[in-house]
């Protein structure tokens, strides 16, 4: 039962420099999405997919780019990494989108992200 | 903004002790509300659910009431265990999207 695999675990970044967060699912889970964890705030979601070829901005979207070409995979893009994007990166799933009862989000295990 | 707010200071409680953890929503009335359980370096782990219509919700040692009243979850962990040490998330439906509070850290001392 692999679930939500991100990787990598943990990446260091040099401001300025471009990366991929890579997220795979094996639920054939419509619904995927990409949370930042930052001390105190919470989760925020940053993009997120009700299905393939359809992706859409949630709450701090600026800095990150995502695509959904499959329904398993949703990777996350960081353009122009900024100190401030410095974060815990969570990748998650779920069936369908919170309006049908009973729904649950399925997390990967996340991945470290600091901006030098 | 919908918000859901939990108390972010730590809480220590003694083995064998309910816990009570409070979360609070703000500028949107959520469908249901969900709480999570989260360890160091791992993520968030769905633990129970509850509808805006039902009071009460049990599985096992928790126990989660949904008052729309006071607009306001309670957890609880009976008898509570060092193992029951994480920290605990609360999620609210908002649109097509989950709404997160910061987690309440629990720490059962033995």
């Known amino acids: 039962n692999a679930g939500v695999t991100q990787t990598p675990k943990f990446q260091v970044l040099k401001t300025g420099q471009s990366m991929t967060l890579q997220c795979a699912q094996d639920?054939?889970?419509?619904?995927m999405s990409w949370y930042r964890q930052d001390p105190g705030m919470g989760l925020r979601l940053i993009h997120y997919s009700v299905g393939a070829g359809i992706t859409d901005q949630g709450e701090v979207p600026n800095g990150y780019n995502v695509s959904r070409s499959t329904t398993e995979d949703f990777p996350l893009r960081l353009l122009s990494a900024a100190p401030s994007q410095t974060s815990v990166y969570f990748c998650?799933?779920?069936?369908?989108?919170?309006?049908?009862?009973?729904?649950?989000?399925?997390f990967g295990e996340g991945s470290w992200l600091t901006v030098v | 903004s919908q918000k859901i707010e939990q108390n972010s200071e730590a809480l220590n409680i003694q083995e064998g002790k309910t816990a009570t953890l409070t979360c609070n929503y703000t500028n949107y009335s959520p469908a249901y509300l969900q709480w999570y359980r989260q360890d160091p370096g791992r993520g968030p782990v769905f633990l129970l659910l509850?509808?805006?219509?039902?009071k009460e919700k049990r599985k096992e040692r928790l126990k989660v009431t949904f008052d729309t009243t006071l607009k306001q979850s309670l957890f609880h962990i009976t008898a509570s265990q060092p193992a029951d040490s994480a920290t605990y998330l609360c999620?609210?439906?908002?649109?097509?999207?989950?709404?997160f509070g910061p987690g309440t850290r629990l720490s059962v001392l033995p």
């Open positions: 509850i509808r805006e219509n039902e």
């Open positions: 999620a609210g439906t908002g649109g097509q999207n989950f709404v």
């Open positions: 998650a799933s779920s069936y369908g989108a919170t309006t049908l009862p009973g729904n649950t989000i399925y």
């Open positions: 639920m054939n889970h419509e619904y």
